[in-house]
């Protein structure tokens, strides 16, 4: 399985000390993950590239943006311009062959997820297109939802199946991922874990990003 990694999640950040914020966990993420929400994909509304372009000039971080927008061709070069090393885009909006070949050309990182409620089978047969998976754990569009363990089967069956095509595939987790879920994770096969409140709103952090890690993958 791929390298762990944990992916605070600045939708729990305080946006008003962003800049503060991002320092208190750089210590302990491998990278930072970016919700994208246009308002009509899901409900809620976020930010966009000019976001990602001043994070871009505050951190060398890795920027794992996931586009939960309806139109994300639109966007995707604004993002690449801002500095976003990565985007993620819905199998839930239809083909995205056509939004891997224009990240490719950007030289940005392709990613694909799925809703809860969408069978792992419409995403497998795109995993040797891409270079991260994620499954939500919770339906997307806010932060604080409880775990959905029901997905974690999705999990094992992305895995397997990137083990049977030899892919060195990260999978990610989003939603309610703490302490205690973080471990049924990556038992199931995610080696990367997005975690919000767990994180953002700990009294320290730097240290619950840590604790979530040793949880995850204890030595």
């Not at 586009?67 to 070069?77: G, H, T």
């Not at 932060?143 to 892919?167: C, S």
């Not at 995610?190 to 767990?198: E, R």
Request: net charge negative; hydrophobic share 45%.
């Amino acid at each position: 399985m791929p390298l762990p990694k944990i992916a605070p999640s600045i939708l729990s950040a305080d946006f008003a000390f962003l800049g503060d914020e991002i320092n208190r966990i750089e210590a302990e993420s491998d990278l930072l993950h970016v919700d994208v929400m246009d308002g009509h994909f899901v409900p809620n509304l976020t930010i966009g590239p000019p976001v990602v372009k001043s994070l871009r000039a505050h951190t060398e971080m890795f920027l794992d943006c996931h586009l939960m927008v309806n139109n994300p061709e639109v966007l995707l070069k604004d993002f690449a311009d801002a500095g976003a090393n990565r985007c993620i885009v819905h199998i839930e909006i239809g083909d995205p062959r056509p939004l891997f070949d224009q990240l490719r050309q950007l030289n940005v990182g392709v990613g694909l997820t799925l809703n809860p409620a969408t069978p792992i089978e419409t995403v497998l047969p795109y995993l040797s297109e891409i270079d991260l998976l994620l499954v939500m754990s919770v339906n997307p569009g806010f932060g604080g939802q409880a775990f959905m363990p029901e997905v974690l089967e999705k999990i094992t069956a992305a895995r397997q199946e990137a083990n049977n095509l030899g892919l060195d595939l990260d999978i990610e987790i989003d939603g309610g991922i703490n302490v205690t879920t973080a471990p049924m994770a990556t038992a199931a096969g995610a080696n990367v874990l997005v975690a919000g409140n767990a994180i953002f709103k700990d009294s320290d952090p730097a240290a619950a990003a840590r604790a979530i890690r040793a949880a995850a993958w204890p030595e």
